[in-house]
């Protein structure tokens, strides 16, 4: 399992929902934190690492198992307030623009026991549950941006389809 980046297609998909049959899965988020810990993330979707389901996971520290939270098959219920504030994606390294997001979201999702939450989560957790859902939706930030901030940041966006590229 390795971090993909953009524009890799796998990354614009939809992705299919998780089931208890889908093998491995306690290995597979295991190797998902790691990824996600070894380049300084705070969330990672499973399209990020190849892998086309509805699972991502989360630590808004960045660190340590107590706020470790996975979410499989989640779901938005609903969204509160409005924040617009820079942010980063580990498929587009390098590259932090402004993005609008909810305040506050209603997230109805399983564990990775398949169990059922619904929570609320709001600041930067908030921020994290919707970039990573975005994700399952084959929804990258470049996608939530100004015509502005695309162009400011061309440069970069060209650098990585060319490193994709060869």
Not at 29 to 35: A, K, S, Y
Not at 106 to 128: L, P, Q, S
Request: charge should be negative.
């Amino acid at each position: 399992m390795d971090l993909i980046y953009y524009p890799n297609p796998l990354l614009r998909k939809k992705n299919r929902d998780l089931t208890p049959d889908d093998g491995n899965l306690p290995e597979k988020i295991r190797q998902m934190f790691e990824i996600m810990y070894r380049n300084k993330g705070v969330g990672l979707a499973a399209p990020q690492v190849g892998w086309n389901v509805r699972l991502f996971i989360a630590n808004p520290e960045g660190g340590g198992a107590e706020r470790e939270k996975v979410f499989v098959n989640p779901r938005i219920v609903s969204s509160s307030g409005s924040v617009s504030e820079a942010e980063g994606c580990l498929s587009f390294p390098g590259l932090y623009i402004t993005v609008n997001r909810g305040l506050e979201v209603d997230v109805e999702y399983r564990d990775a026991d398949f169990k059922t939450h619904r929570e609320t989560f709001n600041g930067f957790m908030a921020r994290i549950v919707q970039h990573e859902y975005d994700h399952l939706e084959g929804i990258l930030m470049i996608h939530r941006i100004s015509q502005a901030e695309k162009v400011r940041n061309k440069r970069l966006l060209d650098e990585l389809e060319e490193r994709y590229a060869s």
